[in-house]
T-cell receptor, first 112, second 108 residues
Framework: NAGVTQTPKFQVLKTGQSMTLQCAQD?????MSWYRQDPGMGLRLIHY???????DQGEVPNGYNVSRSTTEDFPLRLLSAAPSQTSVYFC???????????FGQGTRLTVV | DAKTTQPPSMDCAEGRAANLPCNHS???????VYWYRQIHSQGPQYIIH???NNETNEMASLIITEDRKSSTLILPHATLRDTAVYYC?????????FGKGTRLHILP
């Protein structure tokens, strides 16, 4: 099993550009989520999904879109990047009935 | 939503037991308490979870008070590799919400 795979690992964007952060898991987990972590801060929940076709907002959803067309993938879209979105992004997955979550290694995003 | 209170930081001598407290006085009767840690800038790592009874696994032990208002994570023989931020997280519905956690320093 590969676990939770995030791509890319590093990305630099210009203000106003769009991009998609990829997250894939091979554990057949129903629950997937995205977090951002700013320097020296804790993790904040952006969006989450309890199954294919179902998504919901977390603590800081503005500026981000998600969709869940398959169980395995949960991409995070930045439609118009802003410097305030410079952060490390983590994806996580777990079985719905269990919050023993597995996290990816993160995507370091810099918006200039 | 259940709120948690953890000390911002703690020190522990290498080889000694590290006891990390968490107050979750508003936790509901059916909410599990989960513990995670984040080493440097890596993705968080699951440690242990429990509902009412004390739990132990290969990484740690979890002691939950009888009234469930608080819990303590115990790392029995702390090593330098246990230096991390430790998060106590009650399960609240469909969300996993991280607080500020406790930064544990293991002293050589």
């Amino acid at each position: 099993n590969a676990g939770v795979t995030q791509t890319p690992k590093f990305q630099v964007l210009k203000t106003g550009q769009s991009m998609t952060l990829q997250c894939a898991q091979d554990m057949n987990h129903e629950y997937m989520s995205w977090y951002r972590q700013d320097p020296g801060m804790g993790l904040r929940l952006i969006h989450y999904s309890v199954g294919a076709g179902i998504t919901d907002q977390g603590e800081v959803p503005n500026g981000y879109n998600v969709s869940r067309s398959t169980t395995e993938d949960f991409p995070l879209r930045l439609l118009s990047a802003a410097p305030s979105q410079t952060s490390v992004y983590f994806c996580a997955s777990s079985y719905y009935w269990d919050r023993k979550a597995f996290f990816g290694q993160g995507t370091r995003l810099t918006v200039v | 939503d259940a709120k948690t209170t953890q000390p911002p930081s703690m020190d522990c001598a290498e080889g000694r037991a590290a006891n990390l407290p968490c107050n979750h006085s508003t936790i509901s009767g059916n909410e599990y308490v989960y513990w995670y840690r984040q080493i440097h800038s890596q993705g968080p790592q699951y440690i242990i979870h429990g509902l009412k009874n004390n739990e132990t696994n290969e990484m740690a032990s979890l002691i939950i008070t009888e009234d469930r208002k608080s819990s303590t994570l115990i790392l029995p023989h702390a090593t330098l590799r246990d230096t991390a931020v430790y998060y106590c997280i009650p399960r609240v519905g469909d969300k996993i919400i991280f607080g500020k956690g406790t930064r544990l320093h293991i002293l050589p």
